[in-house]
């Protein structure tokens, strides 16, 4: 097999997007969901609503940065196998292929919604959101969990699915008011913490980084207390540390990729908070929107941390062999 052949897959689905993307938006798209503003009047992301072929152009193509940063991942793992290089999350291995292209996916399921206002717009920019955010907590776990690539998958795709169908018939809480992609970001960064430093007690202390996360997005723990009905879903903040049953047999180096990461994603974070249109920083018909700039960090995050998790070294030499752990075959 070509080692460009998944980067050639990639670019037959872009093709194949952008084409039906055009003739459903030269179609008219379709009845506009019930949160989105009628055309002429300001979106809730601050731009002005167009009815051409795309509702808030600017905000649309921002998202082609993550289409971008995708196949340039597509590309990197071809050059590993050409180069014959091996490693973790090097070369076209089903975990990094799973990676780049959850990347890529963001950026057309945030251009459906951004483009064409419509539910399914709405439902399909959020799954992909998702798609993308379970990879890199799951790849953790699993490896902590001592899986294989075939339940990797199958826990993968079964999370995904129920999400899909529940964002579709019950709302993006699912009907039990849980924010998937917010907590995902958590259980990353509970799962990498215990993949830098795993021990019996670290397992279970693990789960108070949740709360630190959440307090950086400002949620207090005094909110949480004070409205447990609301934010049940704190429990969760243990799940890694209930799977980790072993130690990780990796290294990985977060200087500069980590961090470069996540100022990308937090830097962008805050742009965000101000994209809105009731943000006194909102200029409807400007050609720079914040809401596109939180795109084109957000791909730089995920750049940044594919280039992290490209650092992941066998840690013991009497581990099994990289050929044989988790995303590595």
């Not at 008219?28 to 808030?56: K, M, T, Y």
Request: with cysteine; glycine share 10%; charged share 10%.
């Amino acid at each position: 097999m070509s080692p460009y052949r998944p980067t050639k897959l990639a670019l037959w689905s872009l093709v194949a997007f952008a084409a039906a993307f055009v003739a459903a938006g030269l179609a008219g798209w379709g009845p506009a969901a019930a949160n989105e503003q009628p055309i002429g009047e300001v979106s809730r992301w601050c731009e002005r609503v167009s009815g051409g072929l795309l509702r808030e152009p600017v905000n649309t193509l921002g998202n082609l940065g993550f289409v971008v940063a995708g196949i340039a991942m597509f590309l990197t793992l071809a050059r590993d196998e050409m180069q014959g290089r091996s490693g973790f999350f090097h070369g076209n291995r089903p975990v990094p292929l799973l990676y780049a292209s959850a990347a890529v996916f963001l950026g057309p399921g945030s251009m459906v919604m951004h483009g064409s206002h419509t539910f399914f717009g709405a439902w399909i920019d959020n799954v992909s959101m998702v798609a993308f955010i379970l990879v890199p907590w799951l790849v953790n776990v699993a490896e902590l969990a001592g899986w294989r690539n075939g339940v990797l998958f199958r826990v993968y795709g079964s999370i995904l699915a129920a999400y899909a169908a529940g964002y579709w018939l019950l709302g993006p809480d699912l009907g039990i008011g849980m924010d998937l992609f917010g907590l995902s970001i958590a259980l990353w960064m509970i799962s990498e913490l215990l993949h830098r430093a795993w021990s019996p007690t670290m397992r279970w202390a693990s789960g108070l980084v949740g709360f630190a996360i959440a307090l950086v997005f400002g949620i207090t723990p005094g909110e949480m207390l004070a409205a447990v009905g609301d934010y049940w879903w704190v429990v969760f903040f243990w799940l890694p540390g209930a799977l980790a049953t072993q130690p990780s047999g990796h290294t990985r180096r977060y200087t500069p990729w980590f961090w470069l990461g996540a100022a990308s994603f937090l830097t962008a974070y805050v742009i965000w908070t101000t994209g809105t249109n009731d943000s006194a920083s909102c200029d409807p018909d400007s050609l720079i929107q914040a809401h596109a700039v939180w795109h084109l960090l957000g791909a730089v995050a995920t750049w940044s941390f594919f280039r992290f998790l490209r650092t992941t070294r066998v840690a013991h030499a009497g581990r099994d062999s990289e050929e044989t752990q988790v995303a590595g075959v």
